[in-house]
């Protein structure tokens, strides 16, 4: 088992910055790709960003090319996600979500471990 715990969400103005946070904890997280997701409620989850386990990959949705990081420090098992420009569309729920190395990426059901969310609202 492998639990994942959010921090760093909150409410910021458009055009401002946040930086999410993703604590590993239990089993090892060796291998395991890292990503992002975020979901408004009645909405399905969107990918957000995801990076490899050597952290020379990463992957990003189009939405947020050009404006969001991924990057992880595998010593301290944490994962981040450093957002900038935000604009209210950014506004969701995010998640942090876990899974072996493997196709599809970009799919929510492919992941085998997630924490439990971090609100970010973006005012205009």
């Known amino acids: 088992q492998v639990q994942l715990v959010e921090s760093g969400g909150g409410l910021v103005q458009a055009g401002g910055s946040l930086r999410l946070s993703c604590a590993a904890s239990?089993?090892?997280?060796?291998?395991?790709?890292m990503a992002w997701f975020r979901q408004a409620p009645g909405k399905e989850r969107e990918f957000v960003a995801a990076i490899s386990w050597t952290a020379t990959i990463t992957w990003y949705g189009d939405s947020v090319k050009g404006r969001f990081t991924i990057s992880r420090d595998n010593a301290k098992k944490t994962v981040y996600l450093q957002m900038n420009s935000l604009k209210p569309e950014d506004t969701d729920k995010y998640y942090c979500?876990?899974?072996?190395?493997?196709?599809?990426?970009?799919?929510?059901?492919?992941?085998?471990?997630w924490g439990q969310g971090t609100q970010v609202t973006v005012s205009s």
């Open positions: 979500a876990a899974r072996p190395a493997g196709d599809n990426l970009q799919e929510a059901s492919k992941y085998t471990y």
């Open positions: 239990g089993r090892t997280f060796n291998n395991y790709v």
